[in-house]
Each structure stands twice: as structure tokens, then as C-alpha cells.
Nanobody, 125 residues
Framework: QVQLVESGGGLVQAGGSLRLSCAAS????????MGWFRQAPGKEREFVAAISWSGGNTYYVDSVKGRFTISRDNAKNTVYLRMNSLKPEDTAVYYC??????????????????WGQGTQVTVSS
């Protein structure tokens, strides 16, 4: 069992930056691949970024490549999403997810994943 709590969301102007954090409970955090997903109003949840259990492999949706960076600190049971050059279309609720493999956490709906409650990111133009 893994419990996830996201933080770091907020309101930012276009071009600005935010860093999201996802703190996990449980002693097996380092065995999970981790992902970030987002859901904008009226839209389906979509994959944003993922990182393997070791941190050695990362994946991104094309729309955030070069702007977002996912990382993890297994000693702190935390995964991060650094978001730079934010755009209004990045506005969404961002969720972190823990899954059994990198294949699972790079695919919506991330079947069998543990989910956090989400954090709102709003980018104004």
C-alpha cells in the first residue's frame, strides 16, 4: 500500500515556473515507477511524465518535452515535477501515481496504480 500526497500547485503567469512534489508513505517507494498525470476541465486525464524506480529512465508527453523535468529522491520518498515556461494550456489538476512498472505509469489510465489527491496548477495568460 502506498499513499501519495501532492503539493506545490498554484497560480502562475505564462512563462513562469512551478515545482510539484509528491510525498509517498511506505517503505517500498523505491520499488515503484512513478508518473505524473493531469486533467484539465472537460478533458480526460492524460499522461505527462514518468520515471523508473531507479531514476535512470524518464519519459514525457511531447507537449512538455524540454519544459518539464521529472525526478525522484528515494531517500525522501518523494518525486518531483519541475515545470518551466508554463503555458495556459498546462492548466489542470496534476496527479502523481505509483505503479508496478514504467510501462504502466506511462499509459493512461495507469491500471493498478496508486493515486494522490491532485494539486491544481493554473497558468494565466
Amino acid at each position: 500500500q502506498v499513499q501519495l500526497v501532492e503539493s506545490g500547485g498554484g497560480l502562475v503567469q505564462a512563462g513562469g515556473s512551478l515545482r510539484l512534489s509528491c510525498a509517498a508513505s511506505g517503505r517500498t517507494f523505491s520499488s515503484y515507477a512513478m508518473g505524473w498525470f493531469r486533467q484539465a476541465p472537460g478533458k480526460e486525464r492524460e499522461f505527462v511524465a514518468a520515471i523508473s524506480w531507479s531514476g535512470g529512465n524518464t519519459y514525457y508527453v511531447d507537449s512538455v518535452k524540454g519544459r518539464f523535468t521529472i525526478s525522484r529522491d528515494n531517500a525522501k520518498n518523494t518525486v518531483y515535477l519541475r515545470m518551466n515556461s508554463l503555458k495556459p494550456e498546462d492548466t489542470a489538476v496534476y496527479y502523481c501515481a505509483a505503479g508496478p512498472s514504467i510501462v504502466v505509469v506511462t499509459t493512461t489510465p495507469c491500471s493498478g496504480c496508486y493515486w494522490g489527491q491532485g494539486t491544481q496548477v493554473t497558468v494565466s495568460s
